[in-house]
């Protein structure tokens, strides 16, 4: 298998990451991946390039292969004062398609997105996941993550 290559996605790539994100047992009853693609989106990505900086992404990372976008994530870098003003980096979103699941795509993802944090200074790499995804957990255990962490949500 060829790797994939790494970049920061752009607007025009909204489609292919929202077509991502319902591609996905959970995906498929949150998102609204309709032809043309709802608003809501758009403005939420123009806010993450708003907040975002070089130094701090707040931004979506692509797996491309073939020139396909093949697997997806949110990368933001978060400064903060505990843990000494450690620098800490929040994946979301993690998405492979379905048709490339299996082949190192997400793995490689992932320590491409623990590479460019490291890089700009972040200490820490945490996120959430559903405890339904036995898999995923399995994965990122085996990634190295430790659930070391309750985590909390609350619809607003």
């Known amino acids: 298998?060829?790797?994939?290559?790494?970049?920061?996605?752009?607007?025009?790539?909204?489609?292919?990451?929202?077509?991502l994100l319902a591609d996905d047992e959970k995906g498929k009853t949150r998102e609204d991946f309709t032809d043309p693609l709802p608003d809501v989106y758009y403005r939420a990505f123009d806010a993450m390039?708003?907040?975002?900086?070089?130094?701090?992404?707040?931004?979506?990372?692509?797996?491309?292969?073939?020139?396909d976008i093949v697997g997806c994530l949110q990368l933001t870098l978060i400064p903060g004062l505990s843990r000494q003003g450690r620098l800490r980096a929040q994946i979301e979103g993690v998405r492979v398609s379905s048709k490339h699941r299996g082949q190192k795509i997400g793995e490689a993802m992932i320590l491409q997105a623990i590479e460019m944090?490291?890089?700009?200074?972040?200490?820490?790499?945490?996120?959430?996941?559903?405890?339904?995804?036995?898999?995923?957990?399995?994965?990122?255990?085996?990634?190295?993550?430790?659930?070391?962490?309750?985590?909390?949500?609350?619809?607003?």
Do not use: C
Request: aromatic share 8%.
């Open 117 to 156: 944090s490291r890089a700009l200074g972040a200490t820490l790499m945490q996120f959430t996941t559903d405890k339904s995804r036995g898999d995923a957990h399995r994965f990122y255990e085996r990634l190295g993550f430790v659930a070391s962490h309750e985590g909390m949500k609350r619809e607003l």
């Open 1 to 19: 298998m060829t790797s994939p290559v790494f970049r920061f996605a752009v607007r025009s790539d909204l489609p292919a990451i929202v077509a």
């Open 49 to 67: 390039e708003s907040t975002s900086s070089e130094a701090l992404p707040n931004k979506y990372l692509l797996a491309v292969l073939g020139g």
